[in-house]
């Protein structure tokens, strides 16, 4: 079986994400990176190209090369990786999608609702498969917990917790990341709320199986001149009468990366944290707390499908964004058979709502915090 | 020196708090139970009296037989515990107040705003002390945690997170605790809002040294029949413009008391769970992240005036509140002689702010969870 | 129900373990404390007591005079609490059993084996009972721990994990509680092993049920110029085939009082700390881990009865100590009406075991760590 | 930068740490695997190394065949992966180093002592490197501990101990992976001593910088018909004064990969566990107790260079293995260059202390546990 040829766009030198999604597309062996425009500076996309052992040739200057030159190739690429600042993923995912390249692509969906809809449009135009990186859901426990709940282990849910906590915007330092990630033109209106609120509610909707029908957000800015909100309050209303909170802050300090998830329904219970991934802790009402672990006696059936190791090693982040990768990999290779498949894989549908999200939190709280319905 | 003389109203067998007022007034010697009410069932009352080992003339069959009796008496009770069901709390306090005994009454302070202001008005006119046991202001690591923050170790305050789940009412089996507590004519308008999230609500403006300017409330009644909520999401802003969420559940399965505070501020963060209460995570920005310990190197001066063991030996839910009751006994004694002393002791003015706090949620969460002001 | 007339000998101020057994007798108000020979400074003897608002005819200058006078009163105490440096177990105890008067005594039982022969001898020659606080089986969860393996929970034990570290003698700064612990003359030849490797060894035996057939222990004096041990490395033959390692050190640098006990056997694992004592871990062999909660679904009866407070509500380190004085109080009144009572408490029995453990492990080091057996 | 041509024997279909070794080969991108004698079944191997995408004509049936042929080869792998049972370890390694062709072993170096001089001999021989994959010294917060403890932040060692539990031969159900590794033809003398114990052994030598003068062990085999030990007790003293405890367990209940290591000195003391292996426990004596975070604020050089992604987003046992392959990777790449470079890459030293290890434990257990010394 040979490896599918990946190309990337952004994930330059200093860059964060594209290191990982190189990672994550090398760890089952299944992509092969063979292209890349790795930044807007042409010397730098050389450059970085270079350092990763790129073919010269196939280092571009701009996406919009990339795609051209690329689809012309007989050995062109057949799939790309999007891992720029939000404002470029819609132009640019558009151009590989267009010309019939699969897309992988960085959340959010992009900056603006409208180059959301426009990218949605192109997308439905093509052939051409748009997989969101919301790379949370590839945890094998987390998967474990979508499945306990879509059998009814927990019973109707009643009550969604999720929080996003990180502190390295807690003062102004700056930086290249934090840059874009507080630049309403190149992140979006959303600062927190679209860089991680987006990831907690893409998490609380696919472990529960449940929609957000409306919210009413308050969100707040601390940092002296940020344009952007660096914390976020947020309660939810799910359909079929379920409730929630949000919180995500990148503010809260003495906090790394703290995703968790908790989902309380009739019969039993459930709690994840990001940081302690390998283990999900279990309830049924009336009787003691279990824990189960990934690979371990209580392990179900969709968490091993995901799982590399026994019980006991460890697999942590880029493990589970590889899991995103190596599904990608399997709809892709269905989609050049023209086969269907089955999969859990976010895509056009999880970003729309993401951004969805996004906006109508900024509306609500630029509104008073009031109830605002998500239209799907 | 002599204990001193203390009696109890409600109590009696099968009462949960109860007990737990009368392990706290016993455990550091400062008070000698003598006389009781401890049931509105006269036989009851007596019964559980005598198995306490009360003379079995001073088991009163009422509060107001007692009140009355003791005050009569040259060896009359100094002090009396109220731990009746809310609505009782009003009047049985008030009986004694009136005749300058002192009160240590469990919360929250009444069923009702107009029984609160009643109350507010007897204790104003009374020489005598009303003291309120928010119990879990107790803890030495959460007075560390007042301290640090007041002496600026965090900075300025931005985010406050509390939260208090609990499962025992989950499900609609009841018992004699589910029946009051669920009651509205005896527990008051909030369910999980007056019986738990009047202690977050106190403990986070404890901590944090700041009060609720308005509140955002989404209250739920998840259990079919239940006439008050048993899980409330609400969003906080402080004064000075520190913000915050509380969400506090009874139906939240796999939680048995989970009582947690995080406080974010501009230079550091603290964490703290009452189910650890030993430890309190504290990080300085930049820094990493300690774990201070009760009795430990990094303890504090207040956290060490209320600690009676040493590191590594834990304490708990007992303790916490057997300081409540050794702060009330220093309290009393200095009010009968006449003498000030400062305190952290809670009373009138956290019951009322507490009964606003319930009353605002019921008012907000009716409203739709309009942003609804705190008046003090 | 009138409370147990008590005299405590040791204990006065600055003492560390006098204070924890007033504590302990206090809370559940089966005590009163009325006499005591608080130091062997008649000064401070005296004003400890009237610190304690004894009568002050009743704080005696030494144990022998107390003991004379106290019974020779009509309500003189009818037991007395040992809480000396453990030189004087053996001559204070048998001071009061020789009179008829209870003893409840600090661990380790004496200071040297002639000793505790000598107090076992008076002991057996003695009406009254001898109990020792081998506190740590007061804890709840190990009392369910207990009641789980005695009840083929784990199926054979094959492995006892134990270990009990601290740091506090990790220098030689001193003060009041290192010189005498650290001082063989009065602590006895054991430094660590007396002292805390003692109670590690009482508790893995009370939690196992088996008993230790024979040691190999290397026994360290790291600080220097200390006299005694302050790190032991002991591995363990227990009768029947099971087989165990003691750690036990006050050189642990990060360790505050870090008790800890696994148990495994064939068909399953038990793990508990004694920093987080309100949990027990239990795995069946082939199911996933659950953690089973003071006062929660998963609580045995033999834990519910040694709890005061639901689950969630921590119970800590005072509250098992109070466990065993409040099953002594059970005890005093049986033996008082000379009825026979089933019990767990821990005795001479329990005490001369912990002496052969201390001797063996001496010997065993001088000899470098050869096997020696101890013999009951 | 060409990838390094890497070729494999042992690791076809149902094996364990084949699989292990091409992940940690394949995340950073160093490695391509070109080559593989995957099992000592032909046709096995054949099925295998198609499965993995090999070319045909590279699925050789032995070790002997595939170190013939591909030295052969202007192509030809530059480095091979011994992955099959212990008692293969030499002979396929020594073909491989007679070659010039670089070997990465799995561990133990050997079956049995005679293997492990004759590879030494072999190694000593040949210009070719030998890596030994001891992983856990791959995981940045162990690097971490070791720069600690090198620069003195602990002062003088004194107390190493060092814990591996696992529960997957606590009966005798078996398996593939059971059946090698509890053969004494297969797997050596050693059974958990081997398999688990020797990696406990490295690591806290690796992390303490002390080598293990003497031992006393005492080894069980608790399964019965069971060959090997599956439980083994030892008590260690490092040149230098300090001393330790080893404890390595299959049969521990409730255990799936629990290796653990806490060091103490006289001025600190530091603990990490390999199920929480982003973090390290630091206490300097008389300080809070400190959460040092892989990539966070304490995080030190040499944690730093072997971390891939920021703090809170989890690493774990495949990219702690991917480390040694990486470094692997520049010292490969060095020795084409014949340029001396310095590292920390576990090898033949390591190796042979570690069947010294295994060896001197089993005879020490079968001498009764008696103090027996290691021969570097």
Redesign the interface.
């Known amino acids: ?2 490896k599918i040829r990946l190309g990337m766009v952004g994930g330059g030198k200093d860059a ?1 994400i594209g ?2 999604h ?2 994550a597309a ?4 299944e992509f092969e990176l063979v292209a890349g425009a790795l930044s807007s500076t042409p010397k730098k996309a050389r450059d970085s190209g270079l350092a990763l ?1 790129l073919d010269p040739t196939r280092c571009y200057g701009s996406f919009d090369e990339m795609a051209e030159r690329e689809a012309a190739r007989a050995d062109g690429i057949e799939a790309v990786a999007i891992v720029t600042p939000n404002h470029v993923h819609g132009v640019a995912a558009a151009a590989f999608l267009r010309r019939g390249i699969h897309v992988i692509c960085d959340k959010p969906l992009t900056a603006t609702m409208e180059q959301a809809q426009e990218l949605a449009q192109v997308a439905d135009d093509s052939d051409a498969l748009f997989i969101l990186t919301h790379n949370y859901t590839g945890y094998p426990m987390i998967r474990q917990a979508r499945e306990m709940i879509a059998r009814g282990d ?1 019973g109707k849910i ?2 969604v ?1 999720v ?1 996003y906590a ?3 915007l ?2 102004d330092t700056g930086g290249k990341q934090a840059d874009w990630r507080t630049d309403p033109a190149r992140a979006g209106l959303g600062g927190a709320v679209g860089d991680i609120g987006s990831h907690a509610h893409n998490l609380a909707c696919f472990v529960s199986g449940l929609r957000v029908d409306s919210l ?1 957000a ?1 969100l ?1 800015s ?1 940092v002296p001149g940020r344009a952007v909100d660096d ?1 976020a ?1 947020v ?1 939810l ?1 799910f359909e079929g009468g379920a ?3 949000l ?1 995500c ?1 990148q ?8 995703l968790s998830l ?1 989902v ?8 994840w944290a ?5 283990v999900l ?13 990934r690979s ?3 392990a179900s059936a969709s968490a091993n499908a995901v799982s ?12 589970a964004f590889a899991n995103i990768y190596t599904e990608a990999a399997v709809a892709i290779r269905a989609a050049q058979k023209k086969r269907q498949i089955s999969t859990v894989l976010p895509g056009m549908s999880e970003g729309l709502a993401g951004m969805q999200f996004i906006e109508v939190c900024v509306r609500s709280s630029l509104n ?2 009031a ?1 605002t319905r998500l239209e799907y």
């Open positions: 079986m040979t964060f290191a990982v190189r990672y090398r760890l089952d062996g052992g927990l009643r009550v917790q929080a990180q502190d390295w807690a003062d009413a308050d707040q601390f914390n309050h309660m209303r409730r929630g909170m919180w802050s503010v809260a300090v003495g906090n790394e990366n703290a908790k309380y329904g009739e019969t039993g219970g459930l709690e990001q940081e302690a991934p390998n802790w279990f309830t049924p009402f009336g009787a003691p707390k279990q824990l189960l672990t371990g006696a209580g590399r190791t026994p019980g006991g090693h460890p697999e942590g982040y880029l493990e008073d915090a109830w």
